[in-house]
């Protein structure tokens, strides 16, 4: 009898795939391949979204069986997370990871067992693994730094006092977004960045708070790039909440259309930028993977500028 498993890695990977993946199935018509999926968080909009997203486009292919882990919120939870499916041995992890060193051992130690990883959104500090996908978030924050010189009168003429609210010091976003926004602000002798390294999480709450001190120790402020659209929301709360949001421009980064874009609209925020949920193109990408088509290392989703000249458009669109 040949053995299955042989006669696949004989006729080369592609078939090799396959035919594992078939030696793998259970019994009973079940799906064909099982997926876990590691998310840093399940509470916050744009992470909801991201996963329903998911949910909805596996959902669509019966060959497909997909668990989500909710991470917590804490790299400890998330790793061990990972490492439950590597022991599970299931057929791909996706994960976003909280951190990026946090998650490199686990994302390193699945791809060592032989289980393909796609890292979206957030990146890990490792090769080590089959695909990212995610927006360019140095592009995005040269955008957004972009525009607030374009805000704040112009390159080279460009005036005014600037807080930054990051996100988690620890992920890729947040720095990138840090870093692309500060070529651009940098390079314009009249910005004055005020506070510059105050991490909120990427939490409403806690941006309120730095933003209620920032309103404390500075009696003008200019304009806020927080690293996304709750903290630039909690940051125009604090304004509000002391009567000085009419004399600072708020610049998130999201855009999605039940927060940022609504923020947009109702006149909080002056712009934010989309920034993709990869759930969907995920899925896409697992499957391809899983039926051993060749994959590009990494997968750049787009973005685009929401504020008052396209926010209507960009409501309509996603309504
Ligand atoms: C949600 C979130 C988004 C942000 C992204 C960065 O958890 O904070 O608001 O754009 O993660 O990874």
């Given at each position: 009898m040949i053995d299955r498993r042989t006669f696949g890695l004989a006729l080369g990977s592609g078939v090799a795939g396959l035919a594992l993946a078939g030696c793998s199935r259970p019994a009973g018509?079940?799906?064909?391949w099982r997926l876990g999926f590691s998310q840093v968080t399940t509470t916050e909009p744009w992470r909801v979204l991201f996963s329903r997203e998911m949910r909805e486009t596996a959902a669509a292919h019966p060959d497909l069986q997909l668990t989500i882990a909710d991470g917590q919120d804490r790299t400890e939870k998330q790793v061990a997370d990972v490492e439950a499916f590597v022991r599970q041995r299931v057929d791909l992890i996706l994960v976003s990871p909280k951190e990026s060193a946090g998650l490199t051992g686990a994302v390193e130690a699945a791809t060592a067992a032989g289980i393909p990883v796609i890292v979206l959104d957030r990146g890990v500090d490792?090769?080590?693994?089959r695909q990212f996908i995610g927006s360019d978030n140095l592009k995005i924050g040269r955008m957004a730094g972009d525009y607030a010189v374009g805000l704040l009168?112009?390159?080279?003429?460009a005036q005014g006092r600037i807080v930054e609210i990051w996100g988690g010091m620890a992920s890729t976003p947040a720095q990138e977004r840090h870093k692309g926004f500060a070529a651009a602000a940098d390079a314009?002798?009249?910005?004055?960045?005020?506070?510059?390294?105050?991490?909120?999480?990427?939490?409403q709450d806690r941006a309120y708070n730095i933003m209620a001190s920032a309103l404390k120790a500075h009696p003008k402020i200019d304009l806020v790039y927080a690293h996304n659209d709750p903290m630039a929301y909690g940051a125009y709360l604090a304004a509000m909440d002391a009567g000085r949001q009419g004399e600072i421009r708020f610049i998130g980064i999201d855009g999605i259309p039940t927060e940022g874009a609504k923020w947009v609209k109702d006149g909080a925020l002056t712009a934010t930028f989309v920034y993709e949920p990869p759930g969907a193109e995920a899925i896409e990408q697992a499957l391809r993977i899983l039926k051993g088509e060749a994959v590009p290392k990494r997968i750049e989703l787009g973005t685009q500028v929401i504020d008052a000249t396209t926010v209507d458009a960009f409501l309509a669109k996603h309504a």
């Open positions: 018509g079940a799906a064909r490792t090769e080590a693994y009168g112009g390159k080279g003429k314009e002798p009249g910005l004055v960045r005020v506070m510059d390294r105050q991490d909120a999480d990427w939490k």
